[in-house]
Nanobody
Framework: QVQLVESGGGSVQAGGSLRLSCAASGYTYSVNCISWFRQAPGKEREGVAR???????RYADSVKGRFTISQDNAKNTVYLQMNSLKPEDTSMYYCAARRGGCPAIFRQGDFEYWGQGTQVTVSS
């Protein structure tokens, strides 16, 4: 099994920054794709950013240019650097892992492993 633990969430003012971490443990050798999703109350869960084991990244249009996903394979950790935060970024952020390669689009059902989430709140 693979365990994912998110951290780094918090409350910031609009325009501020946060860095989220996703620490993976267990059979991490089986993971080939990790994605950040987010879900606000009453809204659908949406993909934010994803990265494969080679470091190839993709971003949702809503965060492109503001968020950066990266990985430290030695630490089995994936990061999401969030800059220029907006109130609409307020969500629970989840880390998800997939045994196969990263899909062409963000789809929740494609990811087998999920963390419990970390809350991000952006105040205006």
């Amino acid at each position: 099994q693979v365990q994912l633990v998110e951290s780094g969430g918090g409350s910031v003012q609009a325009g501020g920054s946060l860095r989220l971490s996703c620490a993976a443990s267990g059979y991490t050798y089986s993971v080939n794709c990790i994605s950040w999703f987010r879900q606000a109350p009453g809204k659908e869960r949406e993909g934010v950013a994803r990265i494969n084991i080679l470091g190839t990244t993709r971003y949702a249009d809503s965060v492109k240019g503001r968020f950066t996903i990266s990985q430290d394979n030695a630490k089995n950790t994936v990061y999401l650097q969030m800059n220029s935060l907006k109130p609409e970024d307020t969500s629970m952020y989840y880390c998800a892992a997939r045994r196969g390669g990263c899909p062409a689009i963000f789809r929740q059902g494609d990811f087998e492993y999920w963390g419990q989430g970390t809350q991000v709140t952006v105040s205006s």
